[in-house]
């Protein structure tokens, strides 16, 4: 049982350029979620995903887009990468809908920089 | 966007020394979590609580939901180096729905 997994962990980007991350949960959790993490700003929330097919506008979705083809996976795009998109990517993954379903579980993140 | 705010932005203390952290907002939460994040991983959920006043422990980690549901506390017994990293705090509240609002963080470090 690996819980949340991320792929990339690392990745440098030059400006303009594009790219997708990956998420992927075995846990069989209905919501998926996609945060930043900027020294000093705490856990932002990009996009987030309630179902399969489904995505949501977090609080900083200019500039990402999302998909939710399959429940087990969540991707993240940025298509014309910004130096301003340096930070560190986290996907989480709950099984949502009241109580327990508020516990939030985290992959190990992505660390983007771009030039 | 809201973030709670967390007391103290950081802390350097010696090890075996209690630590006491906590979380405060204008708004009333339904569910108060608490993460741990190591450097270079996600942060990892410690303690979860669901109803005001609950206080649940999970080893020397000892956390208690606010009775007013605008705070909650974390406490640390006898501290060890493995505690070193950074502890968000997280809520739930009604008006969010499924979204949490996380703490700036408190950054732990231990001296041996």
């Known amino acids: 049982n690996a819980g949340v997994t991320q792929t990339p962990k690392f990745r440098v980007l030059k400006t303009g350029q594009s790219m997708t991350l990956l998420c992927a949960q075995d846990m069989n959790h209905e919501y998926m979620y996609w945060y930043r993490q900027d020294p000093g700003m705490g856990l932002r929330l990009i996009h987030y995903?309630?179902?399969?097919?489904?995505?949501a506008k977090g609080e900083v979705p200019d500039g990402y887009n999302v998909s939710r083809l399959k429940k087990q996976n969540f991707l993240l795009g940025l298509e014309s990468a910004a130096p301003s998109q340096t930070s560190v990517y986290f996907c989480?993954?709950?099984?949502?809908?009241?109580?327990?379903?508020?516990?939030?579980?985290f992959g190990p993140g992505t660390r983007l920089t771009v030039t | 966007g809201q973030q709670l705010n967390q007391s103290p932005q950081s802390m350097f203390i010696q090890e075996g020394e209690d630590v006491s952290m906590n979380c405060t907002s204008s708004?009333?939460?339904?569910?108060w979590l608490w993460y741990k994040q190591d450097p270079g991983e996600g942060p990892v959920l410690l303690i979860a609580?669901?109803?005001?006043?609950e206080l649940t422990s999970n080893g020397r980690l000892t956390a208690q939901f606010g009775i007013t549901r605008k705070d909650s506390f974390l406490n640390i017994s006898a501290s060890i180096p493995s505690d070193v990293g950074i502890y968000f705090c997280a809520g739930q509240k009604k008006s969010s729905g499924d979204k949490l609002t996380f703490g700036t963080g408190t950054r732990l470090a231990v001296r041996p």
């Open positions: 989480a993954s709950s099984y949502g809908q009241g109580g327990r379903g508020y516990e939030q579980y």
């Open positions: 995903s309630v179902g399969e097919g489904t995505t």
């Open positions: 708004s009333i939460f339904n569910t």
């Open positions: 609580l669901y109803k005001a006043g």
